[in-house]
């Protein structure tokens, strides 16, 4: 069953999809940015694959969690999470591959390429930049 996208539409792709935790007596803190051409949206899942926030590069349209997190009002608690990300490309959401750009004990930071996704419509040969869409977890003491 696909439960993944922003249109809970698209099966998971390991590619598309990376698990991290936040630390014990520690929140994170999540910071958005990109140079993608075409629109991107980011989704934060709970371990069991339960969409928790989605964060799209259109003004005005994530979801409130998403929304409480880009703003910084909404701190993820202690514990295991997934994030994702999607482009959309002829009115569709595709999966987008995905990197680790940065990791410490301090914070994680994801890098997503719009192009070149494995097995998907409409693909096309990827830039490997991971800059299309970027967010990073800084793992904060409250």
Partial sequence: ???????????????????????????ARATIWGDG????????????????????????????????MRSGERLLKPGNYIIGGYNKYNNQWRSSALMVLDESADHVTFGFDD????????????DG?????????DFVVV
């Fill in 37 to 68: 051409v075409i629109e991107q949206c980011l989704m934060l899942y709970q371990s069991d694959y339960t969409a928790l926030a989605i964060m799209r590069t259109s003004p005005g349209v994530d979801d409130s969690f998403g929304a409480q």
């Fill in 1 to 27: 069953m696909a439960l993944f996208g922003p249109d809970f539409n698209l099966d998971f792709y390991p590619f598309a999809h990376r698990s991290f935790s936040v630390p014990l007596n520690r929140m």
């Fill in 129 to 137: 930049d991971f800059n299309d869409a970027i967010i990073r977890f």
């Fill in 115 to 126: 192009v070149g996704n494995q097995g998907q419509p409409g693909n096309q040969p990827g």
